[in-house]
């Protein structure tokens, strides 16, 4: 069961690590509201796939992470990734069985639940970012899930 | 190892409740501590030095493939821009020479009222790095921070006009929030009648709005907007746009005037930070005088 852990840290730190830097990557301007939040679907990945890992705590700092890189106000990106986290982690029994598509909509659901809480600590925090776009990124994000899945996975078996 | 044992002998998972009520109420903590208190500006500082890395390894491909292609022009291209730069520069020193003129003028009447501080300012620049901030925000990253002396509030320009001011501080980058962004605003007068007002973001970074005029107001289209200089922030004298557009509605109090902004504030990829030399001393140095009648 050590071993099992151990070996499972390297490629989650990795996976995170290329994840936080993809959320950084410049952009144009048309795609930058389409980027998806690919840290988050690592977290869920391994908070799904690995609970035992400490999924919950790559959630936290890699929110953390998320904090510092975006320049928002400390701890908004964390609360909103370990609650998301924390539920996927309860979700995780039943994710595995499900088909794609229900895969697809569960990551929907978690995704926008994910942007609901940095909504609200924007607004709470009393810097409202109104606009539609930040809701595209959920839809883009539950079509990358099947994608992304299969690539972790091809990785995770090696 | 202890808190990653997180299931029971039968291979369950326990404790995810707790675990997630701990971790929300730290990133609660985290959130009312930063937004309430000023004590985390030191440990961000060094957690943004943390995240440089990240942001280097992000930057460098791009910064990579324009040395790539800056060393792959060919003559015909070099020429080209050696022509162009050199009919500008003709141009700025003709600007420059008449420049100097009005300086030692305006020294002169400055002396003549006893006040005798340059107007030029010191600058240094920064550049842009090839990092995406918030798609939503209108902010850049720069890769200057404390270490060089930057501050928050710092005034940005950019060859073009006034392009933002510095929102916060990292050790080694910085973050300036642009004119246009939706929370920004920036004292300003139009500089063919001195007519005060406030410019303020829109979110687009091609357009400002004036939404304090009144629809009386003396304004049309193409009149040049300067800093005012009031409020202490941005230099006097810098452009920041020229009237777009003045739609005015009869049955409305205030004007609906739109600002093409002067600096490229899409494109440019080098920056000035600028310190203002008149109120540089006070505003450098944390204002310790404030502190001693408290003795």
């Not at chain 2, 369950?12 to 707790?18: A, E, H, K, P």
């Not at chain 2, 501050?151 to 940005?156: F, I, R």
């Not at chain 2, 902004?261 to 001393?281: G, I, M, N, T, Y």
């Amino acid at each position: 069961m050590m071993r099992e852990t151990r070996i499972r840290r390297v490629p989650m730190a990795l996976s995170a690590a290329g994840a936080l830097a993809l959320a950084v990557v410049p952009l144009p301007a048309v795609l930058d509201a389409f980027r998806p939040d690919f840290l988050v679907l690592v977290v869920f990945y391994w908070c799904i796939e690995s609970p035992r890992a400490g999924g919950l705590s790559l959630a936290f700092f890699s929110g953390l992470a998320l904090d510092v890189i975006h320049g928002v106000v400390l701890g908004q990106h964390a609360l909103a990734l370990t609650l998301t986290g924390a539920w996927a982690t309860h979700l995780r029994l039943r994710i595995r069985v499900f088909s794609v598509l229900s895969q697809c909509l569960t990551v929907f659901a978690l995704l926008t639940g994910y942007q609901f809480v940095l909504f609200w600590v924007d607004g709470a925090t009393g810097n409202p970012v109104t606009t539609f776009g930040r809701w595209l990124a959920p839809f883009v994000g539950a079509l990358l899930w099947p994608v992304l899945t299969s690539l972790m996975d091809k990785i995770n078996e090696r | 190892m202890v808190a990653f044992r997180s299931t029971d002998a039968s291979g369950r998972i326990t404790g995810l409740l707790f675990r997630c009520v701990l971790y929300s109420l730290l990133a609660l903590a985290l959130i009312i501590v930063d937004k309430r208190y000023d004590h985390l500006g030191r440990i961000r500082r060094l957690l943004s030095v943390a995240a440089y890395p990240v942001q280097v390894a992000v930057a460098s491909p791009f910064q990579g493939w324009n040395w790539f292609r800056d060393s792959v022009t060919t003559r015909d291209v070099l020429r080209a821009d050696k022509a162009k730069l050199e009919a500008e520069l003709r141009l700025a020193q003709f600007r420059l020479q008449r420049y100097e003129a009005l300086e030692a003028e305006t020294q002169r009447l400055r002396a003549l009222r006893e006040n005798t501080e340059s107007v030029t300012d010191r600058f240094v620049i920064g550049d842009v790095m090839n990092v995406d901030l918030d798609a939503f925000r209108e902010r850049v990253l720069v890769d200057k921070g404390a270490g060089d002396g930057i501050y928050v509030g710092q005034a940005v320009l950019d060859s073009g006009g006034v392009f933002g001011q510095v929102a916060r501080v990292g050790q080694l980058t910085s973050e300036v929030i642009l004119v246009s962004d939706a929370a920004h605003a920036i004292p300003v007068q139009i500089n063919r009648n001195g007519l005060r007002t406030i410019a303020v973001g829109t979110g687009e970074s091609n357009r400002l709005k004036l939404p304090y005029l009144p629809t009386s107001a003396d304004v049309i289209a193409g009149d040049l907007l300067v800093t005012s200089g009031l409020g202490g922030g941005f230099p006097a004298g810098y452009p920041v746009g020229t009237i777009a557009e003045v739609k005015r509605d009869p049955s409305q109090s205030l004007a609906d005037v739109d600002v093409k902004p002067a600096a490229a504030l899409d494109r440019s990829k080098e920056l000035l930070f600028v310190w203002l030399k008149p109120q540089a001393a006070e505003l450098l140095p944390p204002p310790k005088p404030a502190a001693v009648p408290k003795k």
